[in-house]
């Protein structure tokens, strides 16, 4: 706890060769992609991470295309587009920004659950990519 990502990685380095092969590895704390992708690259085969709920229910989204945006800005109260046209997930092509905005501006559940619904569908959908470039690679 409190380490920077850079020591993080630097223990995992050191310590994955001296576990088990026939065992799962576990790191907790990790949710980016690019953690994600230094992690298995090092040996890691299961992760547990709040980052997705946490940013999603103080109003940080991630899109399917990368960006992330902050749905409480003032520039999506009147922003009708999707919340996410590329998303897989009906609920990211069929409500709408400026809703999802009011709903969190008004501290309204529903709003905390469409925004997580959304985080973690990225982040599933992400996690799939690194495991077909797995397998691809084996």
Known sequence: MGETEEELFSIVETLCPLLPE????Y??????????????ALGIDMFDCV?????????TLYLSNGDR?????SQFAHDHTPIDPQSPALTSRHHLRSYLHHLLRIQE?????????????????????LRGEIETSE
């Open 69 to 73: 945006i902050r749905i409480l800005s």
């Open 109 to 129: 559940r529903l709003g905390e659950t469409l925004a997580c619904m959304q985080n973690l569908g990225v982040t599933l959908h992400e996690i799939r990519v």
């Open 27 to 40: 790191l907790m704390g990790v949710g980016k992609t690019e953690q994600l992708r230094k992690a298995i």
């Open 51 to 59: 980052l997705p709920m946490r940013e999603a229910r103080h109003g």
């Open 22 to 25: 026939d065992r799962p590895r």
